[in-house]
């Protein structure tokens, strides 16, 4: 069975909602053979990583850059996991209250260096989740996870 790993920091109702959204799409009915875990950015370990065949990485965006939740993910994994994960699928969701850009970019900086490979667009949400924004964060779940199916 694939395993689907979702990273995420979620200190804020608007952060839980596209989290829970992601959750949702990734253990919808159509997808089987998929085990997903969920993993807070401060508990998730290079184990986690290296245990998983895909991943989902949720952040927020502060003071213009990846919360320091995901950076602190970032750190204790990057190293351990850099030979073992390389081409491995992920996908990612940033939450902002006006601007994503820098948070956008460090992802996208980090897992190039890592090797894993962007298998669905960031879904980038500023201000309050709409109905869109839940429903693309539904989407990059059920995406990355089908992705996964064997």
Same mark, same amino acid.
């Given at each position: 069975? !694939?395993?689907?790993? #979702? +990273? @995420? @920091? =979620?200190? /804020?109702?608007n952060c839980q909602a596209l989290f829970e959204a992601v959750? /949702?799409? *990734? =253990?919808?009915?159509? #997808?089987?053979?998929?085990? +997903?875990? $969920? $993993?807070? %950015?401060?508990? %998730? =370990?290079?184990s986690d990583v290296l245990a998983a065949d895909g991943y989902v990485l949720g952040t927020? *965006?502060?003071?213009?850059?990846?919360s &320091? !939740?995901?950076k602190h993910f970032f750190d204790q994994v990057y190293y351990p996991c850099l030979d073992a994960t390389q081409? $491995?699928?992920?996908? /990612?969701y940033v939450? &902002?209250?006006?601007?994503v850009t820098g948070?956008? $970019?460090a992802m996208d900086s980090i897992t190039k260096g890592l090797g894993w490979r962007r298998a669905a667009? %960031?879904?980038?949400? =500023?201000?309050?989740?709409?109905?869109? !924004? #839940?429903? !693309?964060?539904?989407?990059? &779940?059920a995406t990355i996870a089908a992705g996964l199916m064997e």
């Open positions: 069975m !694939a395993t689907l790993l #979702i +990273v @995420h @920091h =979620t200190p /804020s109702p959750v /949702s799409g *990734a =253990t919808t009915d159509g #997808i089987e053979g998929v085990q +997903v875990v $969920r $993993r807070a %950015a401060l508990a %998730a =370990t290079a927020p *965006a502060n003071l213009g850059y990846l &320091g !939740a995901m081409g $491995r699928p992920f996908g /990612s939450h &902002g209250g006006n601007d948070a956008v $970019r667009d %960031a879904v980038t949400v =500023t201000g309050e989740p709409g109905k869109a !924004a #839940i429903e !693309a964060c539904w989407e990059l &779940g």
